[in-house]
Structures are given as C-alpha cells and as structure tokens.
C-alpha cells in the first residue's frame, strides 16, 4: 500500500487562502509559527513573513513592509504562480 505525496500546488494554494481567512478574520499579532523564534526567542530572517502577506492582502502596504520587506513581492509571486499553475491545468 503505497502513498502518493500531496501535489506542491495543493499546499500552495491551501496555505494562500488560509492567508486569505487570516486576513478576512484577523491575525493575532502574537502568533508566530517560526521555529527559531519559538525555541530562542529571536527573529530569524524570514520572521514576519506571513503577517507581511496577510497585511498586504488587505491592502496595507505600510504594515507589510513593516513586518517584512519581501512580504509584497512574495505575494505578487505566489499568487502569479498559482494563477498560471490554474490555467495551465486547465487548458
């Protein structure tokens, strides 16, 4: 009995609308999942970079760079990506 590893695009896509939800239904600003920071207590490089996706799917630009530089262009990225993955399978 074999089984078959979850498709990339499905964890994609999962982890972008449960971005989506945070952003429709809040963020804690006290919730972090970061390893490093949760067995250390220090930022790690990538820290901040979920807040920074959730505060620009909202449209605040402001508190996304705030909470990390690289939190639009991940977006924009991410979303280009799964867009293009959508209609690829879909031709």
């Given at each position: 009995m074999s089984r078959r590893p979850i498709p990339f695009f499905?964890?994609?896509a999962a982890a972008w609308a449960a971005c989506v939800a945070q952003a429709v239904f809040g963020i804690p600003e006290s919730l972090t999942?970061?390893?490093?920071?949760?067995?250390?207590?220090?930022?790690?490089?990538?820290?901040?970079?979920?807040?920074?996706?959730?505060y620009a799917m909202r449209g605040d630009?402001?508190?996304?760079?705030?909470?990390?530089?690289?939190?639009?262009?991940?977006?924009?990225?991410?979303?280009?990506?799964?867009?293009s993955e959508t209609v690829r399978a879909s031709a």
């Amino acid at each position: 009995m074999s089984r078959r590893p979850i498709p990339f695009f499905a964890v994609a896509a999962a982890a972008w609308a449960a971005c989506v939800a945070q952003a429709v239904f809040g963020i804690p600003e006290s919730l972090t999942l970061c390893p490093v920071r949760l067995l250390i207590g220090h930022r790690c490089p990538g820290c901040g970079m979920g807040h920074a996706v959730v505060y620009a799917m909202r449209g605040d630009f402001a508190a996304s760079f705030q909470h990390h530089p690289l939190g639009l262009p991940l977006l924009a990225v991410w979303t280009f990506w799964l867009l293009s993955e959508t209609v690829r399978a879909s031709a």
